[in-house]
């Protein structure tokens, strides 16, 4: 019962373009989402969050949207770069008593090239 | 600069055997948890802390137990390795919110 799909396992594109990395989740309980990126070899490090209360949430390059009604967000990364090739991690809490616990999507693998 | 350090990058072991992964964060959080990342199915909560002594199961805690007996360790028990168990772990902790840390994972492989 995977709770937080992404659908897509693998993107590819072209450096300067935009990246669009998709989510969908079936938990109505989820309040908050993050989006984490994994190199090889490394842990996942935090990139970008989004509270259920906004629609949108910006940080440099990254932009998450969020939309409630059909349980789906999505990140854009603009302009897309060579250092952005990486595993792209979506994951949600339910909030209340969860102590944090994040359930994480399947992953997405970027690749931008030169 | 804060770290959570897993004992381990690579370790391989034989069917059967009993297995330690340690993980130490020096970050005094309350939460902490241990994922494994296989392709396909992202990262899968196995167990979590929230207190010294405290523990719950996650979405796959068969075959696996935790011991949590200072605030800073978190260590996670394979009782009996099994093939199906060869996965990338990783070792996160957080504060109170859900600003997780986590640790650089340890790749095991199951012989």
């Known amino acids: 019962d995977q709770q937080v799909k992404q659908n897509s396992p693998s993107l590819s594109v072209q450096e300067g373009r935009i990246s669009i990395l998709n989510c969908d989740y079936t938990n109505s309980m989820f309040d908050y989402f993050l989006w984490y990126k994994k190199y090889p070899a490394e842990g996942p490090t935090f990139l970008i969050s989004?509270?259920?209360?906004?629609d949108k949430n910006e940080d440099g390059r990254f932009t998450v949207f969020l939309n409630k009604s059909a349980k789906h967000l999505s990140l854009h990364i603009v302009p897309s770069q060579p250092g952005d090739s990486a595993v792209y991690f979506c994951?949600?809490?339910?909030?209340?008593?969860?102590?944090?616990?994040?359930?994480f999507g399947q992953g997405t693998i970027l690749t931008v090239h030169p | 600069d804060v770290k959570v350090t897993q004992s381990s990058r690579y370790l391989v072991k034989r069917t059967g055997e009993k297995v330690f992964l340690e993980c130490v964060q020096d970050m005094d959080h309350e939460n902490m948890f241990w994922y494994r990342q296989d392709p396909g199915l992202g990262l899968r909560l196995i167990y979590f802390?929230?207190?010294?002594?405290?523990?719950e199961k996650g979405d796959i805690p068969e075959g696996y137990s935790v011991s949590r007996e200072k605030k800073e360790r978190f260590s996670l028990i394979l009782e009996s390795a099994s093939t199906n168990q060869t996965s990338m772990y990783l070792c996160?902790?957080?504060?109170?919110?859900?600003?997780?840390?986590f640790g650089s994972g340890t790749r095991l492989t199951v012989v």
């Open positions: 989004i509270s259920s209360i906004k």
């Open positions: 994951a949600a809490n339910a909030g209340g008593t969860s102590y944090g616990k994040l359930t």
């Open positions: 802390s929230y207190d010294v002594k405290m523990k």
């Open positions: 996160a902790s957080s504060l109170r919110g859900l600003g997780y840390t």
